[in-house]
């Protein structure tokens, strides 16, 4: 299993919540246990980026919420667009580094010029 953070798991509850969930959902959404999902729904309560709908026994991403998710998922673009770049990069110089290797004959005796 792979480790997620707190935030991880925060945001995945929060995605799962935008248009309004019931607790299992929000569970099954965010693979979580049901001590796990009780502990981040109060924390997101608390912090005001989720609420509970007691007439519909639903939680609802709030404004703060949807703030939080895009604040999280533009941290996570800008990490991959510098990972991406830096495999770009690295891609383009094994490239390179392969044109400029010469290639020998099968006999060893001469390069072979393409």
């Not at 495999?87 to 392969?98: S, Y």
Request: proline share 3%; aromatic share 8%; charged share 30%.
């Amino acid at each position: 299993m792979k480790f997620r953070s707190r935030a991880d798991i925060a945001a995945e509850m929060l995605e799962v919540a935008k248009n309004g969930e019931k607790k299992t959902r929000i569970m099954y959404g965010s693979h979580t246990s049901v001590k796990q999902l009780n502990t981040y729904l109060d924390l997101l309560i608390e912090n005001e980026m989720l609420e509970y709908l007691p007439e519909k026994r639903i939680y609802r991403t709030t404004e703060k919420g949807i703030l939080f998710l895009d604040s999280y998922q533009k941290a996570w673009g800008i990490l991959f667009r510098a990972r991406n770049k830096k495999h770009l990069l690295q891609h383009q110089q094994d490239e390179k580094g392969a044109a400029a290797a010469p290639v020998v004959s099968s006999d060893n005796s001469a390069p072979i010029i393409a």
